[in-house]
């Protein structure tokens, strides 16, 4: 049952425009929870191996709620002096809707609480996930879902932004003038991010799928119809797929992550390759698969635009480097508790200096959000944030590098799909910030269950040990 629910949070927070909307996040959050308390004591159980990672995520969590309490003025003045120059100029209310004499950290407490679910969601995945594959015989059957789900997912939007590229889900269509809607979501980038979680782990259960199936030499009838049969092939076709349309988004952030997680699942599997054969025909289907993707999704000419734009030294009043540098001011005067997390749109009313009109919004630019999820933790979380946040991020790392490399199982490649997933998302937030989006949250919610679940032993099963694997000695009778 926890993992139906967990299938079903992953396909709703897609199809629940991505998380886009507050009544679809709260749905969403309630779907969790639901999942999570199917069996309490599992999912939340913080044992030795992973407990620096859990209380991490736990203070998080406390972190951004401390943020939405009602404090005494006092403590609030004196923790984060600048706040009311952005209450003032964002509300009428500078309290934020508590009783005088009474201030929240944040600037806005319900952008606060909205972001503090969206955390949640994402940590409430995580647990649930890593809960569900640790109980055993459901890592297989949830990641033949995941391919499909996303390959269907890949298809529609590939058919979207032929027949109405300008909607969201063939239903809603962005007022932003600017927007660039695929998929589920109304920024490209963010879906971009979206397939980068999904692509690692599919292409690490199709390594597994070959490598539990693989093709006898000698035997082409035989292996063609093994191979057939067992889903090699459309979880191929699936890879290539959601690759393919993952660059046919342009989103450069999303490519070069892409990269790193192609770098750092080729350095975590190098030594399983070196112990394992690789066959002639499934080495020439990967390079024939990799061609036909350049063939029919990159877009060559766009893509040297938008690679010669990123190293174009003129810096605009709009380019990420102005954005970082005018948001420089919000991390020092914010450093300790932060303008509140989901707040630096309103901190920017009051510090950002460029004043360009853009003609396609006809409107101002108003610099929304930091373009690297790293100093949008500063500025909105200050050290109180970021501390957590960071050690979240340590532990994770590092109890992932020691999950890798302790797995001897054939499902070895997902995990590192999933670590490689976590990377590319992690070199893609320096530029992007698609971890706000509740459908990314689950994702990398999944993706961390997945790199750090642990195979719990069956009740009744008997341990495994050297005297069981070794054969009887052979007793030799003399004449």
């Given at each position: 049952?926890?993992?139906?629910?967990?299938?079903?949070?992953?396909?709703?927070?897609?199809?629940?425009?991505?998380?886009?909307?507050?009544?679809?996040?709260?749905?969403?959050?309630?779907?969790?929870?639901?999942?999570?308390?199917?069996?309490?004591?599992?999912?939340?159980?913080?044992?030795?191996?992973?407990?620096?990672?859990?209380?991490?995520?736990?203070?998080?969590?406390?972190?951004?709620?401390?943020?939405?309490?009602?404090?005494?003025?006092?403590?609030?003045?004196?923790?984060?002096?600048?706040?009311?120059?952005?209450?003032?100029?964002?509300?009428?209310?500078?309290?934020?809707?508590?009783?005088?004499?009474?201030?929240?950290?944040?600037?806005?407490?319900?952008?606060?609480?909205?972001?503090?679910?969206?955390?949640?969601?994402?940590?409430?995945?995580?647990?649930?996930?890593?809960?569900?594959?640790?109980?055993?015989?459901?890592?297989?059957?949830?990641?033949?879902?995941?391919?499909?789900?996303?390959?269907?997912?890949?298809?529609?939007?590939?058919?979207?932004?032929?027949?109405?590229?300008?909607?969201v889900l063939f239903m809603l269509e962005p007022e932003v003038r600017s927007a660039s809607p695929m998929g589920a979501f109304v920024n490209r980038n963010h879906f971009g991010g979206w397939l980068l979680m999904v692509a690692p782990p599919v292409a690490g259960y199709f390594v597994a799928r070959s490598k539990i199936h693989p093709m006898r030499r000698g035997r082409w009838r035989e292996s063609i119809g093994q191979v057939m049969s067992s889903g090699i092939v459309f979880t191929a076709v699936a890879v290539m797929l959601i690759v393919g349309v993952l660059l046919l988004t342009l989103s450069r952030s999303a490519l070069a992550g892409l990269g790193v997680a192609a770098v750092v699942a080729w350095r975590l599997g190098r030594p399983r390759m070196n112990t394992e054969r690789t066959n002639l025909p499934g080495t020439l289907a990967v390079i024939g698969g990799v061609l036909l993707i350049v063939v029919l999704f990159v877009d060559v000419d766009r893509w040297a635009t938008r690679i010669t734009q990123s190293f174009d030294t003129t810096t605009t009043a709009t380019s990420r480097t102005a954005i970082w540098r005018e948001s420089m001011p919000i991390a020092k005067d914010f450093w300790l508790t932060g303008t509140g997390a989901g707040t630096f749109s309103d901190a920017m009313i009051v510090y950002q200096e460029s004043r360009v009109w853009v003609g396609?919004?006809?409107?101002?630019?108003?610099?929304?959000?930091?373009?690297?999820?790293?100093?949008?933790?500063?500025?909105?979380?200050?050290?109180?944030?970021?501390?957590?946040?960071?050690?979240?991020?340590?532990?994770?790392?590092?109890?992932?590098?020691?999950?890798?490399?302790?797995?001897?199982?054939?499902?070895?490649?997902?995990?590192?799909?999933?670590?490689?997933?976590l990377a590319g998302m992690a070199a893609q937030s320096v530029w992007e910030i698609s971890l706000i989006m509740p459908a990314n949250a689950v994702l990398a919610g999944v993706a961390g269950g997945l790199l750090l679940y642990r195979?719990?032993?069956?009740?009744?099963?008997?341990?495994?040990?050297?005297?069981?694997?070794?054969?009887?000695?052979?007793?030799?009778r003399m004449a």
């Open positions: 049952m926890q993992r139906l629910l967990l299938v079903l949070l992953v396909a709703a927070s897609y199809l629940l425009f991505a998380g886009g909307t507050p009544w679809s996040l709260w749905v969403l959050l309630a779907l969790a929870l639901g999942a999570a308390l199917i069996s309490p004591r599992r999912t939340f159980a913080i044992t030795g191996r992973w407990r620096s990672l859990d209380l991490g995520l736990v203070a998080l969590l406390a972190a951004i709620a401390l943020q939405a309490l009602p404090l005494p003025v006092s403590i609030v003045q004196t923790l984060s002096p600048h706040r009311s120059r952005i209450a003032e100029a964002t509300q009428l209310d500078p309290f934020g809707g508590t009783a005088p004499g009474w201030a929240s950290l944040s600037v806005d407490p319900e952008a606060t609480l909205i972001a503090l679910a969206t955390v949640a969601l994402g940590v409430l995945t995580f647990w649930t996930s890593r809960a569900t594959f640790s109980a055993g015989g459901s890592t297989r059957s949830f990641c033949r879902a995941l391919t499909f789900m996303a390959t269907a997912f890949a298809v529609a939007a590939l058919i979207q932004k032929a027949v109405s590229p300008r909607s396609a919004m006809r409107r101002w630019a108003h610099f929304n959000n930091a373009h690297s999820h790293y100093l949008q933790v500063l500025c909105e979380g200050g050290l109180l944030v970021a501390l957590p946040a960071l050690w979240s991020l340590i532990a994770l790392a590092l109890l992932g590098y020691r999950a890798v490399h302790s797995d001897k199982g054939e499902m070895f490649w997902v995990r590192v799909g999933a670590a490689g997933g195979r719990e032993h069956k009740p009744g099963a008997a341990p495994v040990t050297p005297e069981l694997l070794t054969p009887p000695p052979v007793r030799v």
